[in-house]
């Protein structure tokens, strides 16, 4: 049974193929006719695991990619199918029509809700979890509720990795169950001594529930942090960030391995030293890791900076319907002096929901945005007016405000404006909105 419906299940994801689709098909058909499939597949020794609110697409791509360096075999769900059935078909795709997976190590990246569905056949060695924060609120629910949703995946053999910095995921080993290795940044010239942002996840302590302390601040909830009562404080990490600049950009970790950032913002920093601890909790090789990961970076295509009519242009790719990420854009724009112009907007919410949430919109601090020099805000797309609105709410002057129902007209209104421009789009906007610039600078 299991042969056979192995090598229909890989005739149908050759078809898929042709027709550029099968990302998923696949794997939901042999689990409808073989629901035991995944759990008769022969795995690697080393299975990670990358699961969290955002994050884990870029982090599983990298470690893939360094084990790949390091000289192993490596199966990755790298088209980013990371439900049930997207899992089952990475599996199809590198078993051999006799079950067995033709790899040596086993990298994917699972929705926070459906971990629970697929660790109990694929058990991990290692688990990362990146962050739990407000996203998709229609889905998700409440943060609280992702929590328990991963907590019941786990298990005592896992070997938890998790950021330090983020007194959210300390939750999960409250009880010690689980090994755990810890990652960190140090307080670096981009701290901060109040929050800029408001604390949406975690205000107080998990074990006593008295007001946590924060000694600096990164960004939102992360930074160093100690309970006002109880013992609860920053873990102590195995790996750490000893030094941050955004200038080069570059980062050093455990003042040792400089690498190289594709450009100058902070989840790039904590992507990096996540992969990076992934790898080397399971291998000895740091300093080859560093290596690896330094020429990945270096190669990736900086998609943020560009010009126009001799103006700096930074394009910021965001995910909708998730505050963390917009918060993290409005960040890197108020490290920057001068005037500025912004583009905000996106085609659709979501390509997956039927639902137009428009909740997340008002947790972002757009207020930030408030204390610099704007000369224009450009809102785009089906929401612009939910966007304009929330932008006269941040304390924007609503003569600076335009709408446009698309790209087109932007460029033109553009000219007209002054300052460095910020675009904070949707990924469904931002290949448009670059070629309708270099559109624009060729007239």
């Known amino acids: 049974m299991k042969y056979i419906m192995i090598i229909i299940g890989k005739i149908i994801l050759f078809c898929g193929k042709l027709l550029h689709r099968g990302s998923s098909l696949p794997g939901k058909i042999i689990l409808r006719f073989y629901p035991h499939f995944m759990k008769k597949i022969k795995l690697p020794d080393k299975i990670i695991a990358v699961t969290g609110s955002s994050g884990k697409g870029s982090i599983s791509s990298t470690v893939a990619e360094v084990y790949r360096k390091l000289g192993y075999r490596v199966a990755h769900n790298v088209a980013g199918s990371n439900l049930t059935y997207g899992i089952a078909t990475l599996l199809l795709q590198y078993c051999s029509i006799f079950g067995k997976l033709k790899c040596d190590v086993l990298v994917f990246e699972i929705d926070e809700r459906y971990a629970k569905y697929v660790f109990p056949d694929i058990k991990p060695t290692h688990v990362l979890i990146s962050n739990i924060s407000r996203d998709q609120p229609p889905r998700q629910g409440h943060f609280d509720f992702v929590y328990e949703e991963i907590k019941s995946a786990l298990s005592k053999e896992m070997h938890l990795i998790l950021n330090a910095d983020d007194p959210m995921l300390q939750i999960f080993n409250l009880e010690n169950e689980f090994q755990v290795t810890y990652y960190s940044m140090d307080q670096n010239q981009y701290s901060y001594p109040k929050s800029k942002f408001k604390n949406l996840n975690i205000t107080h302590c998990p074990v006593c529930h008295h007001k946590l302390i924060y000694d600096y601040y990164h960004f939102e909830t992360l930074g160093h942090y100690h309970c006002s009562h109880c013992k609860f404080q920053t873990p102590k990490a195995k790996y750490h960030i ?92 108020d490290r920057h002096d001068g005037k500025k112009t912004l583009v905000i907007g996106w085609k659709e919410i979501s390509r997956r929901y039927q639902f137009d949430d428009l909740s997340w919109l008002y947790d972002v601090d757009f207020e930030l945005f408030a204390r610099h020099d704007i000369d224009t805000v450009i809102c785009i797309g089906l929401h612009r007016y939910d966007i304009a609105t929330r932008m006269k709410y941040a304390g924007i002057d609503e003569k600076k405000i335009k709408t446009f129902e698309s790209l087109e007209g932007v460029t033109a209104c553009l000219e007209k404006t002054k300052g460095d421009i910020f675009a904070i789009l949707n990924f469904d906007l931002v290949l448009p909105f670059q070629e309708s610039l270099k559109e624009g600078d060729s007239k």
């Open 242 to 333: 000893t030094n941050l600049n955004f200038d080069t950009p570059t980062m050093t970790i455990n003042e040792k391995y400089v690498i190289q950032l594709p450009y100058d913002m902070l989840y790039c920093a904590y992507n990096t030293l996540a992969a990076f601890t992934i790898v080397a909790t399971t291998e000895k090789e740091e300093k080859k890791i560093a290596t690896y990961l330094n020429a990945l970076n270096v190669k990736q295509k900086n998609h943020l900076h560009t010009t126009f009519q001799n103006r700096n242009v930074y394009i910021l790719n965001n995910k909708n319907e998730n505050a963390t990420t917009f918060n993290q854009s409005i960040l890197f724009t």
